[in-house]
């Protein structure tokens, strides 16, 4: 059985999916305007949802340490609460990024202090006026995990171990102190493919080259997701009030390493034959390394799918096609 029929066999056990709307998707058009406020909304993906919600003619208020450089939205400083306490929908994807350089212990204090003091800010805001019980979507990651192995992972998993596992613990738990204010999504992200920017920008660079392949082993499982389908899947948490709890918003059909190289190497026309030894990217990166790119979790996203979202690129091919359209 290969790797993909066996995840599609899983998900078809557990989930029983609930009929959608004939004639129409759930991205139905927005019918009133919303105040929606976002953290970490000029970054890789914040800036394409709020590109996504001024289309819908949301009101957009983007928080920034620097509002007057705010280019799409309406800039606002972190010590705008009353903005934030009267929003409808506020989204939170701040914090540093993981995949940036080797974790020393300066900057794993950093990735979790980030995430922890953003969240921690958004929560004691929306408590000042909890009568409003707005919508608070906050992103995690499936770094909850922890390193699986070849197990099939889904929202009823218990969390693993490792750096990564113990910040997204935290970063859900401060959330999680605005469950009695709001109405409370948690999305753990997978791998998020865009052209601009992301993993798959970094990935490109030695396939240009000719010297792209797979890492380390090429084993180890990659849990992806288009961008596209993460932008959907917020719009999906903010229009269905029967959205809450915890989400994988990953491809119902992870990949090895291996086949994502393969994948990408034929999207760019370029060979994926030269594997990234791991004892060098170990000797590089660390702990990082480790956690980051030579391990992985095989993550499918039961409850998205049994609540009835649909994902617009549920395989690699057809995400990679798409990216490299644009």
């Known amino acids: 059985m290969s790797a993909a029929t066996e995840s599609i066999s899983y998900l078809s056990s557990k989930l029983t999916p609930r009929p959608a709307q004939a004639g129409r998707s759930f991205l139905h058009d927005n019918p009133a305007r919303m105040k929606i406020v976002v953290s970490g909304g000029t970054g890789f993906i914040g800036g394409a949802l709020v ?4 289309q819908r003619r949301d009101e957009v208020l983007v928080i920034s340490r620097r509002p007057e450089n705010v280019r799409a939205g309406r800039g606002i400083a972190w010590s705008a609460a009353d903005e934030v306490a009267n929003a409808d929908v506020v989204i939170n994807l701040a914090g540093e990024n993981v995949g940036g350089g080797r974790w020393t212990a300066s900057r794993k204090r950093r990735i979790l202090e980030s995430r922890l003091k953003s969240t921690k800010t958004l929560v004691e805001t929306m408590r000042r006026a909890p009568q409003r019980k707005p919508t608070f979507i906050s992103a995690s990651a499936v770094g909850f995990y922890g390193p699986r192995g070849d197990e099939i992972v889904d929202e009823s998993s218990p969390s693993g171990a490792g750096f990564l596992a113990d910040v997204t613990r935290q970063w ?28 798959l920008k970094q990935m490109m660079l030695p396939f240009r080259l ?5 890492i380390g082993s090429g084993q180890q499982w990659m849990s992806w997701v288009d961008r596209n389908d993460v932008i959907r899947a917020i719009e999906w948490a903010i229009d269905r009030s029967e959205v809450r ?40 990166f660390g702990d990082m390394a480790e956690e ?17 979202f649909t994902f617009q690129y549920p395989t690699l091919e057809s995400s990679l096609s798409a990216n490299f359209s644009k």
């Open 51 to 54: 590109q996504r919600l001024l």
């Open 172 to 199: 859900e738990a401060a959330a999680h102190d605005a469950d009695d204010v709001t109405r409370l999504v948690v999305f753990r992200f997978g791998v998020v493919l865009g052209p601009d920017g992301g993993a």
């Open 210 to 214: 000719g010297a792209g392949g797979p």
């Open 245 to 284: 709890g915890a989400y994988n918003i990953t491809s119902p059909e992870p990949v090895r390493n291996r086949e994502f190289a393969r994948a990408l190497g034929r999207a760019m026309q370029r060979p994926a034959v030269m594997p990234t030894p791991g004892f060098a990217l170990r000797l590089l």
């Open 292 to 308: 980051m790119l030579l391990a992985g979790q095989r993550v499918v996203p039961s409850r998205a799918l049994r609540e009835g």
